[in-house]
């Protein structure tokens, strides 16, 4: 059964530096998201992305954050200059179709550590 | 900003009982509802959905009943077996306005007992 995958599993980077987090969705979806969850919290959307482009972003999406396709398999996400509070997991996730269903399939993560 | 809330933390059943968990939202806006599952160190995993046109949505041992009148949702797992202990998480979605982001609860931690 097709997968999100997620690379790496884990990154422990220092503050201030920039790090990428890959993903790589489901080969036929259409939609590509990135979302977080800090330690003991929920989990929250970052970023939707379709058609090339930032269909919606959330407060905590500012100019540190970027994302990109940059072919047709890999979906990135680069935070410019880490914080300590950037430190969490981040899931991608996409979806099958722009209209119908909306569940999305996630992947299983990356724990970004920023020390 | 608490759209989607579970207010249960955790719950404790037996194996072979009935799991309700229960979410409630403020969004009237919202059209689609889903249940995900979650093991520690995974991402989360897509159990179920429902439209809002729908009060019920059966798969196998996992049903979810939506109230819109109430804005409450619950999932119901019959038989529970030991192998469903993991975090359940709400979520909400919009449709395919702004994306069909997913706005999410903050999980009720389900063990089952043997």
């Known amino acids: 059964e097709p997968e999100v995958t997620q690379t790496p599993s884990h990154q422990v980077t220092q503050m201030g530096q920039e790090v990428i987090l890959r993903c790589v969705p489901i080969s036929n979806h259409l939609y590509f998201y990135w979302y977080r969850q800090i330690l003991g919290q929920k989990v929250e959307f970052l970023v939707s992305f379709y058609n090339n482009e930032i269909s919606e972003k959330s407060e905590i999406f500012d100019d540190q954050f970027s994302v990109e396709r940059p072919d047709g398999s890999n979906f990135t996400l680069k935070i410019r200059s880490t914080k300590l509070e950037d430190s969490a997991m981040y899931f991608c996730a996409s979806r099958p179709r722009a209209g119908g269903l909306y569940e999305q399939y996630f992947g299983p993560g990356t724990r970004l550590t920023v020390t | ?114």
């Open chain 2, 1 to 114: 900003d608490q759209q989607v809330k579970q207010n249960s933390p955790s719950l404790s059943v037996q194996e072979g009982r009935i799991s309700i968990l229960n979410c409630d939202y403020t969004n009237s806006m919202f059209d689609y509802f889903l249940w995900y599952k979650k093991y520690p160190a995974e991402g989360p995993t897509f159990l179920i959905s429902i439209s809002s046109i729908k009060d019920k949505n059966e798969d196998g041992r996992f049903t979810v009943f939506l109230n819109k009148s109430a804005k409450h949702l619950s999932l119901h797992i019959v038989p529970s077996q030991p192998g469903d202990s993991a975090v359940y998480f709400c979520a909400a979605s919009t449709g395919p306005h702004q994306g069909g982001k997913l706005i999410f609860g903050q999980g009720t931690e389900l063990s089952v007992k043997p």
